[in-house]
């Protein structure tokens, strides 16, 4: 027998049910009632027991669960490599399978061959582990022993100060002011250009911006040693590091959103790009493809609040 108590449960979930359906993820949330007992439905002759079942509204999804969201592991060979550093260790990463600017640190890391431990984390949830380190809540951050630090750039070059395993910036001071120099060109006018294109809705903007960051690839390019395959010669080094996870990306995200074309078979990028590609330090902490084309659906789709970079580029803002 249900009892009054159990109805006005099943009640409260139902509401929230139909809520749900309709996209209202506020309506959900602002019920703490609703909120509650959909986690902790009582199993009267299993009359609740599909409501238990729902699954958890992600705001990135824009209050429709058929829409596709940000990953929360990695797959493919990124995967083996998380799962082969697992173990504790002073030198933790913190990242999120899916963002770019950890994928610089996580190559980094494996080009130096270093001991480390890397951290999953869901960074819309914010966990306390990942608030300490960075009380802004935003992967990478990493933490060594008892200090911390986060920004990916910031962070390749702390672990080049470290002085272990293979040198990313050249000894010759002029070479490392060339590669500090092209490192500002990637984050100041390569990286906002990217988000650009992708999160442009109509045609017109889409061409202007795909433009744009053709032209600042361009820049990049003509700049690299005229041989290569990578941007000072033969040896990936901190340049090529910094550009890799928006390379990797282009293929798998900017092609099928935005129909952007692979490089012209035989020329610099060409080989700038396949170099990057086949290097095992990008390959070993790259996902599958699936990972990307549904994590950056919502960015294709601009959707609100899909993340701070997001929200910088929609505001004209610089990236957080």
Known sequence: MITNSSRRLLSGAVLALRAYRQGSLATIIQSSLCRRHLTHIPDHRG?????????????????????????????????????????????????????????????????????YQYVEVDVYRKPKLLLDV?????????????????????????????????????????LRAVSRLWSDHINRHIIPNF????????????????????????????????KGPFFLG???????????????????????YRGWSDPESGSRWAKWVDAIESHDAVKNTTSDDKLYLDSYERYAENRPNTSEVQKAIDSGKGLP
């Open 134 to 174: 960075n009380p802004r809540g935003l992967v990478p951050a990493l933490r060594h022993g008892d200090w911390g630090c986060y920004e990916s750039t910031v962070l390749m070059e702390y672990l080049e100060d470290l002085g272990e395993g293979e040198p990313l910036l050249p000894s010759d001071p002029k």
């Open 195 to 226: 988000y650009r294109y992708l999160q442009a809705q109509t045609e017109k903007e889409q061409i202007e911006h795909g433009e744009d960051f053709k032209n600042q690839i361009t820049k990049i390019v003509d700049a690299a040693d005229d």
């Open 234 to 256: 033969k040896r990936m080094t901190f340049v090529d590091v910094q550009f890799a996870p928006w390379v990797v990306r282009m293929r798998r995200v900017l092609k099928p």
């Open 47 to 115: 009359s609740q027991r599909l409501l238990a079942t729902m699954p958890d509204l992600d705001a990135n999804q824009g209050g429709d669960p058929n829409k596709k969201t940000y990953n929360k592991k990695a797959t493919g060979l990124a995967l083996k490599t998380a799962e082969s550093h697992h173990a504790d260790h002073e030198l933790k990463l913190f990242g999120s399978c899916f963002c770019p600017f950890v994928h610089r640190v996580w190559i980094s890391l494996e080009l130096k061959q270093l001991a």
